[in-house]
Structure formats: structure tokens, C-alpha cells
């Protein structure tokens, strides 16, 4: 009987959880195009203007023998805009929930995970256009895009368990999100975005392989672009460090959220 009781509860838990959460990223969804007149478009625009930079610098200015070089650095762009855009938001989670916060039995560690998930929508909105350049480049899809939702689920998992400490620092140390902003604009030239990852000297490449997006991008493009299966043993190693990442991560956001009332 207590058995049945505990499981009923949990299956409503987790049913409140997931409306939560949905009603969450509606609200922020909703807040980040209030007023906009492009709205959602917004989410097409940056990346289209940087690809159009790009396009330009390493097909007129420095050259760069890259086939089919709009859908390889687009679909960079898309993939990195996702992780690089939650991690940045997450850090000012907790300061700009404070309403949220201070209520009784809120649930806090959903607040990376909703900021995670808003991301994978404009991910998952961006990638119709990615398709129009794939087609307009000549690249066919084939039965190895059924597995892009594996790659879209160890993602989600790494940001979050990267958010969780970021949003948790950010409340003490409020120079985090400033100090994110230079090391991920660091990171963005030192990940293969808009070059190939065996254009870097080899001596190099053991340093790449050290940022968890590495492998998957190189994943994303092997099927996007290439037609081919990933490379599963990189990305094995991938979901290890996420499933390390993970629990120390929400950990640390877990000790830190019971000062959450205090530092704000």
C-alpha cells in the first residue's frame, strides 16, 4: 500500500514538474519577443548575419577549402548558439527570478532546464533553414538524421549540468557572467565552427578534443553533411563527462540554493 501511495506521488510530482516547466519556458519564450516586431525571426538573425561575415572572409578575403562551406558553418552556428546562449542566461537565473525564488517549495533547480529547453526550441525552429542550405548545396537527407535526437539529448545534458554551477556562482560571485562572456567568445574561435577540426595542426588536436563540443559538432556534421554514423566512441566519452558533470553540477547548485534568499 505505501508502495502504490509513493508511486502515485511521484507520477504527480513529475507531472506538475513537467507542466511547470512548460508553462516556464511559455513565459520566457514570450518575454524575449514582448514588443518585438520580428519576434522569433530574431532567433535566424544572428547567425545568418555572422554566416554572411564568415561567407564572405573565407570565400573572397582568406579562402578556405571547405565544400559546401554555408551549411558546414551554419549548422556550427546552430549548434554552438544553443549551448553558448543557455550557459549565458543561466548565470543571471537566480537574480532575475526573484519572485520565483523567494516562493515557498519552488523548485529551483528547474530554472537551468528551462532555460536549456527554450534553447533547444530555437535550435529545433532554426532547422527548416539549415535544411533550405542543405538543399540548396546539393546534400540529400538519409536514414542517419534518426540520429540527431541523440545528439540533441547529450547536449541538452551538458548544458544543464554546465548551468547548474554557473547560475549557483553567478549569486555570490556577480563578475561570473561577465567572465563567461570572455572565456565562451574564447571558446567560439577555439571550436571548429567555421573551420575544419583537421585543418589545426595535430599537435593541436588533443587540446580541441579537451571541449566536450568538439565531438559534437564533428557528430552533427558527420550526419548533417556527411551522410555517415558519428564517431560513437567520442561521443561515449562525451555522455561520461556529462553523467560526472551532472550530479556534481546540480550538487553544488543544491548546497548554494539554500543562500539563494539570502544573497538576493
Same mark, same amino acid.
Given at each position: 500500500?505505501?508502495?502504490?501511495?509513493?508511486?502515485?506521488?511521484?507520477?504527480?510530482?513529475?507531472?506538475?514538474?513537467?507542466?511547470?516547466?512548460?508553462?516556464?519556458?511559455?513565459?520566457?519564450?514570450?518575454?524575449?519577443?514582448?514588443?518585438?516586431?520580428?519576434? $522569433?525571426?530574431? +532567433?535566424?538573425?544572428?547567425?545568418?548575419?555572422?554566416?554572411?561575415?564568415?561567407?564572405?572572409?573565407?570565400?573572397?578575403?582568406?579562402?578556405?577549402?571547405?565544400?559546401?562551406?554555408?551549411?558546414? /558553418?551554419?549548422?556550427?552556428?546552430?549548434?554552438?548558439?544553443?549551448?553558448?546562449? /543557455?550557459?549565458?542566461?543561466?548565470?543571471?537565473? $537566480?537574480?532575475?527570478?526573484?519572485?520565483?525564488?523567494?516562493?515557498?517549495?519552488?523548485? +529551483?533547480?528547474?530554472?537551468?532546464?528551462?532555460?536549456?529547453?527554450?534553447?533547444?526550441?530555437?535550435?529545433?525552429?532554426?532547422?527548416? *533553414?539549415?535544411?533550405?542550405?542543405? /538543399?540548396?548545396?546539393?546534400?540529400?537527407?538519409?536514414?542517419?538524421?534518426?540520429?540527431?535526437?541523440?545528439?540533441?539529448?547529450?547536449?541538452?545534458?551538458?548544458?544543464?549540468?554546465?548551468?547548474?554551477?554557473?547560475?549557483?556562482?553567478?549569486? +555570490?560571485?556577480?563578475?561570473?557572467?561577465?567572465?563567461?562572456? *570572455?572565456?565562451?567568445?574564447?571558446?567560439?574561435?577555439?571550436?571548429?565552427?567555421?573551420?575544419?577540426?583537421?585543418?589545426?595542426?595535430?599537435?593541436?588536436?588533443?587540446?580541441?578534443?579537451?571541449?566536450?563540443? *568538439?565531438?559534437?559538432?564533428?557528430?552533427?556534421?558527420?550526419?548533417?553533411?556527411?551522410?555517415?554514423?558519428?564517431?560513437?566512441? /567520442?561521443?561515449?566519452?562525451?555522455?561520461?563527462? *556529462?553523467?560526472?558533470?551532472?550530479?556534481?553540477?546540480?550538487?553544488?547548485?543544491?548546497?548554494?540554493?539554500?543562500?539563494?534568499?539570502?544573497?538576493?
Amino acid at each position: 500500500m505505501r508502495n502504490t501511495e509513493t508511486l502515485v506521488y511521484r507520477r504527480r510530482r513529475m507531472a506538475h514538474l513537467f507542466d511547470l516547466l512548460r508553462e516556464l519556458v511559455d513565459r520566457d519564450m514570450k518575454l524575449l519577443y514582448k514588443r518585438s516586431a520580428l519576434g $522569433i525571426a530574431w +532567433t535566424l538573425i544572428n547567425p545568418l548575419l555572422q554566416l554572411a561575415v564568415f561567407s564572405f572572409v573565407f570565400r573572397s578575403v582568406i579562402p578556405v577549402n571547405i565544400p559546401q562551406f554555408s551549411s558546414f /558553418a551554419f549548422s556550427g552556428l546552430l549548434i554552438w548558439t544553443w549551448t553558448q546562449t /543557455a550557459l549565458f542566461q543561466a548565470t543571471g537565473l $537566480i537574480t532575475s527570478n526573484r519572485a520565483l525564488i523567494r516562493q515557498p517549495n519552488f523548485p +529551483t533547480a528547474i530554472l537551468p532546464v528551462v532555460t536549456t529547453t527554450t534553447g533547444l526550441i530555437h535550435f529545433l525552429l532554426a532547422l527548416p *533553414v539549415l535544411i533550405i542550405f542543405l /538543399a540548396i548545396d546539393g546534400i540529400q537527407p538519409n536514414s542517419v538524421l534518426l540520429y540527431l535526437p541523440v545528439l540533441m539529448v547529450i547536449q541538452f545534458f551538458l548544458t544543464v549540468s554546465l548551468a547548474y554551477p554557473l547560475a549557483a556562482i553567478n549569486v +555570490t560571485f556577480r563578475d561570473t557572467q561577465h567572465t563567461l562572456g *570572455v572565456v565562451l567568445q574564447m571558446l567560439f574561435y577555439l571550436t571548429p565552427i567555421f573551420y575544419d577540426l583537421n585543418s589545426v595542426p595535430k599537435q593541436f588536436q588533443p587540446l580541441y578534443h579537451l571541449n566536450p563540443m *568538439v565531438p559534437l559538432i564533428e557528430a552533427y556534421r558527420a550526419i548533417i553533411l556527411k551522410g555517415t554514423q558519428p564517431d560513437w566512441q /567520442a561521443l561515449l566519452v562525451v555522455s561520461l563527462i *556529462v553523467a560526472v558533470l551532472l550530479p556534481l553540477g546540480l550538487g553544488i547548485f543544491t548546497r548554494q540554493s539554500d543562500r539563494f534568499v539570502e544573497e538576493l
